[in-house]
Each structure stands twice: as structure tokens, then as C-alpha cells.
């Protein structure tokens, strides 16, 4: 999904609903980006922050323990959500009034309703273990 969204060195991300931290500190560690994980539960912050420390990544990589609705994305990027759909959809007037042109949205799963994706792809981790297979939805900020 970063590659998909073209992140590039330098570059601000945003994981609205980061949980562990997971998609945060791979854009740092694996893409040189600086990343905003932004999650509203405490015990999932320490541990997105634990690994954050253990990676060395607190110079690229913060974890906002707070709601996703009041937090600034105007230096964003690429913004990350792995929502499900009725949640992009009470976060989409917030994207589309704080997100510059040009700005990359990736939506893990769920579309988000009334946006047109640039691109979407279908991938399965490991359909012979019987893994789902996931979708994921690419639209760019006009």
C-alpha cells in the first residue's frame, strides 16, 4: 500500500487509526518518511510507541494518542486508513476540507463513498492457508 501510494524520502504519513503502529513505522523505517500515527486507544499507543523506541524512529516517527477528527492533516502527505467504510465516510468532509491537492489517500478494504480511486488493487497474503483476500483503494485529493 506505500508503494501504491508512491511515498516517497521526506514525505509526511498519516495512519488515522494506527493501532500498533505497524503501517507508521514502516513508511520511517522502509521509506524514509516522516509518519504520524494518530490512535484513540492508550494501550495500543504504548505499543506502537514501544516499538518505535526499540526501531530507533522517534526522530521520524510520532504517535498521537488522541481522536482522529482533531487532529491537523494539513502537512499530510499520504494519509492512511484501514476504516471501515461508514467510518471513511464521517472522515471524508475532514479529508476533503484539510488535505491539500494532490495529496494520496489509501483506504485498506473499504471504499470511500462518493470518491472516485485512481487505482485499486486485489491481493491475498497466503490464499492457500485460506487468508482473505484484501483490497486496496488509491484516490488522490483534487
Known amino acids: 500500500m506505500l508503494v501504491m501510494a508512491e511515498l516517497k524520502p521526506g514525505e509526511v504519513f498519516f495512519d488515522l487509526g494506527a493501532g500498533d503502529g ?12 516522516r509518519s504520524v500515527g494518530v490512535e484513540l486507544r492508550e494501550d495500543l499507543v504504548k505499543k506502537a510507541l514501544a516499538t518505535v523506541y526499540e526501531e530507533g524512529l522517534q526522530d521520524r516517527v510520532t504517535i498521537v494518542n488522541s481522536d482522529l477528527f482533531k487532529v491537523d492533516l494539513a502537512s499530510a502527505d499520504v494519509v492512511f486508513l484501514y476504516l471501515t467504510t461508514s467510518a471513511n465516510e464521517k472522515v471524508r468532509p475532514k479529508l ?11 483506504s485498506h478494504d473499504y471504499e470511500i463513498i462518493g470518491w472516485k480511486p485512481v487505482k485499486v488493487e486485489n491481493f491475498c497474503e497466503n490464499q492457500s492457508l485460506g487468508y482473505p483476500s484484501h483490497t486496496i483503494y ?3 485529493k483534487t
Open 138 to 140: 488509491l484516490y488522490k
Open 96 to 106: 476533503e476540507s484539510e488535505l491539500k491537492p494532490g495529496v494520496r489517500v489509501v
Open 22 to 33: 505497524r503501517a507508521a513505522v514502516m513508511a520511517a523505517k522502509e521509506f524514509s518518511a
